[in-house]
């Protein structure tokens, strides 16, 4: 798959660019590759709808804010603009049209240079809630989803008060003159059609809802609360018009060990005293399996032991974080008699006496070094 254009690098703005700037820049793209500009011309096409793909995300606050976090893959793996999938046109016309405002002469609503415009079907909302080791690999899930879908024996008439346009026209005496404005047909809502007949089982504007299951490619990586699309599995509109999408919300499972932070895993590990004093081997818990590690004669309690690329990947794909392990040495609230006296005779001995190294960080430090 080649490498997708930076969407700022696309419509020639900065990242510090206004909401306004982004679509005086959007439109002066979009006049200059239209389709009606260019008859014919697959690149501009291209162009053409790229361009829209770009507004689609950096137009929305929250989109725009997932894109500067984490670039296109914070859409790929659900059918979304970041999976490589362009927009069509009536979807672009639909959704942006008034921009172009009376650029290709008024009637600008959808196809190719105004007339008929096709509705768009309205979204539909799912949350889906994944564990630790599925956020780490990434994975695929199948969901039921309940969605309105046209009924089969529906038949469409033209719509006689927009006479299939979709729009209607209204013209009114301003002190500038005559101004014309367009707004979509309140009989058939913008389709241009109107039901002339259909099942008994479908409701006024020709549906029926049907379960219907969805696979959701979820990449490694996503973070609670990300939302990804599908495109076209939201509600179908009326009139053979878009589909609407299926927008899936991320809700991130408590892990019985692991606590993440980002990229990073936090595991506290405890230990006895003797273990800490004469060291010893253990196995912990990780995203991907077990990991044993070596704990050297004498560790400390507070010390942090650092498992390179054992968090979870980068949605941006670089790399991995990492598994910090907390040593808690755990101190024991009851003693035999043979115990207690061992400790109460090691109080006066020196290798019981704390002498911490000048290289011993303080707990401060070891939490400074975790968030620098």
């Known amino acids: 798959m080649s490498k997708k254009v930076d969407f700022y690098e696309i419509l020639g703005v900065s990242k510090s660019a206004s909401p306004e700037e982004i679509k005086k820049a959007y439109r002066k793209k979009a006049i200059e590759f239209h389709p009606d500009k260019n008859p014919g011309n697959k690149e501009a096409e291209e162009n053409f709808k790229t361009a829209a793909e770009a507004y689609e995300v950096l137009s929305d ?7 500067d976090q984490y670039g296109h893959a914070a859409f790929d793996g659900a059918g979304g603009y970041g999976g490589g999938n362009h927009m069509n ?6 959704q942006f049209g008034d921009i172009f405002g009376g650029a290709f002469g008024g009637g600008f609503g959808g196809g190719f240079g105004g007339g008929q415009r096709r509705v768009k079907g309205s979204n539909l909302r799912i949350k889906v809630k994944l564990t630790l080791e599925e956020i780490a690999n990434g994975v695929e899930k199948k969901v039921k989803v309940k969605r309105k879908i046209q ?8 719509c006689s008060t927009c006479n299939g346009q979709g729009q209607v026209l209204r013209v009114t005496n301003t002190i500038l003159g005559r101004m014309q404005s367009a707004s979509a047909c309140h009989v058939c809502g913008g389709s241009g059609q109107t039901i002339e007949s259909k099942p008994n089982n479908a409701d006024a504007q020709g549906m029926i809802l049907e379960d219907e299951t ?3 490619k979820i990449p490694a990586g996503v973070v609670d609360g990300m939302q ?8 179908d509109a009326p009139g053979n018009g878009i589909a609407g999408d299926l927008i899936v919300a991320i809700e991130e499972l408590d892990h019985e060990f692991l606590k993440r932070e980002g990229e990073n895993l936090h595991y506290d590990l405890y230990i006895s005293i003797a273990e800490a004093v004469l060291g010893v081997s253990k196995e912990i818990e990780a995203v991907n399996g077990k990991v044993r590690i070596k704990l050297e004669e004498g560790i400390q309690s507070g010390k942090i032991l650092r498992l390179k690329g054992k968090g979870i990947p ?10 910090l392990v907390h040593i808690n040495v755990w101190t024991p609230k009851t003693l035999t008699k043979e115990q207690r006296q061992f400790f109460e005779n090691s109080l006066t001995d020196e290798n019981f006496i704390p002498h911490p190294e000048k290289g011993d960080k303080s707990f401060f430090e070891k939490v400074k070094d975790m968030f620098s």
């Open 61 to 67: 606050a929250d989109k725009k804010a997932k894109y």
């Open 89 to 94: 046109m009536d979807d672009i016309f639909s």
């Open 151 to 158: 009924a089969a024996g529906v038949k469409y008439k033209t």
């Open 214 to 216: 969805v696979s959701i």
């Open 228 to 235: 990804l699309k599908v495109s076209g599995k939201g509600n």
């Open 314 to 323: 980068s949605l941006n794909s670089y790399g991995s974080g990492d598994l």
